[in-house]
C-alpha cells in the first residue's frame, strides 16, 4: 500500500489548489451545458421536430466552439507555462496572438452561417421540415459568433493563469439572462409575441452580446494577468508566433477534427429519422451535464502542469501530480456516471417526447455511462497532461484518428449497410473511447510529455 500511494501527491495544499480550480471550471461548465439543457427542454416543448432541428442547426456553434477552445487551449499551453516562469512580457503577446486569430475565425464562421443557413442545414439532414425550421433558427442564432470568439478565448486564457472566477461570474449573468429571455420569447411572456424557435435564438443572441460587452470591461479595467491591450491585437511576435502556430495548431485540429467528426455523427443520425435524433439530441446533452466535473479536473490539470513545467522545478514530482489528476477524474467519473444512470428516469421526466423515444433515450443513457467513465480518463489527459506539456501531436492524432478510423465508419455501417438496431448504431458512433483508452495509458507512462517549451523572449 506504501508502494501505491508513494506515486501520489497526498499534500493537502495540492488538492486545495485542485479543488480550487476545479470547482469553479467545472460550475462554468455546468453553467453553460445547463443553458443547453434549458434550450433543449425548452424548444422541446414546442414539438419533436423543434427539437430536432434546433439540435442540428446547433451543430456549426458546436464545432465553432471546439475550434475557439483549440485555439484558446494552444495559447493555454504557452501561457500557462510563461506564466510559471513569471515572464509578463511573453504572456501579453501570446494573448494577442491567440485573441487576434480566435476573432478572425469568429468572423468567417459566423458570415457563414447567417448568409448560407439553408446550405449548412442541408449538411446536416435532408428532411425538409427539419431544414425549414433550422434555417429560421440559424439565420438569427449565427450572430452570437461574433461575441463568442472574444469572450470565450478570453476566459479560457485567464484559467491559465488560474483566474478562474470572472469567467465563471460572467458565465452565470448570462446563463440567467439567456433563460429569462428564452421563456420570454419562445412562449411568448410578458406581453412579447410567441416566437418559437426563432425566439430561442434571438435569446441566445442578446445573451452572448452582453457576456462580450461584461468581458470588454472586466479586461479593459479589473484583469491583471494576462496583462492584454486592446491596441496589441493583430501585433504578433514573430518567434511566439512560430511557437503559437508550433503547438496550437495540432490542438486546433485536434478540436475542429473531432468536432467535425462529431457533427459527422449527427450527419448519420441525421439522415435516419426524428426519433433516434430526439433521443440521441437528450442524451448528448446529459452527457455533457455529467463530464462537466471531469472537464474541471481537465481544467485544473492544464494550469498546474504547465506552471510546474514552466516554473522549471518539481519535474521530479511532475508524474506524482499527473497520477493523482487522473485518480481524481476517474473517481468523479464513476460517480457522475452512477447518477446520471439512477435518475435517468426522472430526468427524462421533463421532455414533452413520446414514449418510444423516452424508452429509447434510456438506453442511450446506459450505453452512454459506461463511455463517461473511459473518458474520466482521457479527457484530463489529453486536454490537460499531455497538451500542458506540449505534446499537442500526439493528442491530435489519437483524438481525431479513434474517431474517423472507429466510430464514424462503424456508425455509418450500423445504419445504412447492417441496418442494425438504434442502440447498436449508437454503440458503434462511441467506439472511439474503447479504441483510445489503452493508447492513452501507454502515452501517459513514457513521461515523453514531461518538457519545458518557454523560451528567453
Not at 487576434?100 to 442541408?122: A, D, H, N, R, Y
Not at 443572441?205 to 462580450?212: D, L, N, P
Not at 486546433?252 to 443520425?269: K, T
Not at 492524432?397 to 450500423?414: E, R, T
Request: aromatic share 12%; hydrophobic share 55%; with cysteine.
Amino acid at each position: 500500500m506504501t508502494k501505491i500511494l508513494s506515486k501520489f501527491i497526498l499534500e493537502r495544499h495540492f488538492f486545495l489548489v485542485l479543488v480550487g480550480l476545479a470547482l469553479p471550471i467545472a460550475l462554468q461548465d455546468l453553467v453553460k451545458f445547463s443553458l443547453s439543457l434549458a434550450d433543449n427542454i425548452m424548444v422541446g416543448q414546442i414539438s419533436e421536430a423543434a427539437l430536432g432541428a434546433v439540435t442540428l442547426a446547433s451543430q456549426p456553434f458546436f464545432i465553432f466552439s471546439m475550434l475557439s477552445f483549440g485555439i484558446a487551449s494552444g495559447g493555454g499551453v504557452l501561457v500557462a507555462q510563461y506564466y510559471g516562469k513569471h515572464d509578463a512580457k511573453a504572456i501579453q503577446k501570446i494573448v494577442s496572438i491567440t485573441l487576434s486569430i480566435g476573432i478572425l475565425f469568429s468572423f468567417l464562421v459566423g458570415f457563414i452561417t447567417t448568409v448560407f443557413p439553408e446550405q449548412v442545414m442541408k449538411i446536416f439532414t435532408n428532411d425538409a421540415e427539419l431544414i425549414s425550421i433550422g434555417v429560421d433558427y440559424l439565420r438569427i442564432q449565427g450572430i452570437t459568433y461574433y461575441f463568442y470568439g472574444f469572450s470565450n478565448t478570453m476566459i479560457m486564457l485567464m484559467r491559465s493563469t488560474r483566474e478562474v472566477k470572472a469567467g465563471l461570474i460572467i458565465n452565470v449573468i448570462a446563463f440567467f439572462l439567456n433563460v429569462f429571455l428564452n421563456w420570454v420569447l419562445i412562449f411568448g411572456h410578458l406581453g412579447f409575441p410567441a416566437m418559437g424557435v426563432k425566439g430561442a435564438a434571438l435569446g441566445t443572441v442578446i445573451a452572448r452580446a452582453v457576456e462580450c460587452i461584461i468581458m470588454l470591461i472586466y479586461v479593459r479595467f479589473y484583469e491583471r494577468h494576462l496583462n492584454f491591450r486592446f491596441k496589441k491585437l493583430f501585433h504578433f511576435d514573430r518567434v511566439l508566433f512560430a511557437d503559437f502556430l508550433h503547438y496550437s495548431i495540432p490542438v486546433v485540429i485536434n478540436e475542429s477534427g473531432w468536432a467535425v467528426g462529431v457533427s459527422a455523427q449527427s450527419v448519420i443520425l441525421g439522415h435516419l429519422n426524428s426519433t433516434i435524433i430526439a433521443a440521441a439530441s437528450i442524451v448528448g446533452t446529459l452527457q455533457q451535464m455529467a463530464l462537466i466535473f471531469i472537464f474541471g479536473v481537465a481544467g485544473a490539470s492544464a494550469p498546474i502542469i504547465g506552471n510546474i513545467l514552466g516554473g522549471g522545478k518539481d519535474f521530479s514530482k511532475v508524474k506524482k501530480y499527473a497520477n493523482t489528476l487522473l485518480a481524481s477524474g476517474v473517481l468523479v467519473g464513476i460517480l457522475t456516471a452512477s447518477c446520471l444512470f439512477i435518475f435517468k428516469d426522472a430526468i427524462l421526466t421533463l421532455y414533452a417526447i413520446p414514449a418510444e423515444t423516452i424508452q429509447l433515450a434510456k438506453t442511450f443513457i446506459g450505453i452512454q455511462c459506461i463511455m463517461v467513465v473511459l473518458q474520466s480518463y482521457s479527457t484530463p489527459s489529453i486536454v490537460g497532461i499531455l497538451r500542458a506539456g506540449g505534446d499537442t501531436t500526439f493528442t491530435s492524432i489519437i483524438d481525431i484518428g479513434s474517431l474517423w478510423v472507429f466510430s464514424i465508419p462503424l456508425g455509418y455501417l450500423a445504419g445504412f449497410v447492417w441496418e442494425a438496431s438504434y442502440p447498436i448504431i449508437f454503440l458503434m458512433l462511441r467506439t472511439d473511447e474503447l479504441a483510445k483508452f489503452p493508447i492513452i495509458i501507454w502515452r501517459i507512462q513514457q513521461k515523453k510529455w514531461i518538457r519545458n517549451v518557454t523560451r528567453t523572449v
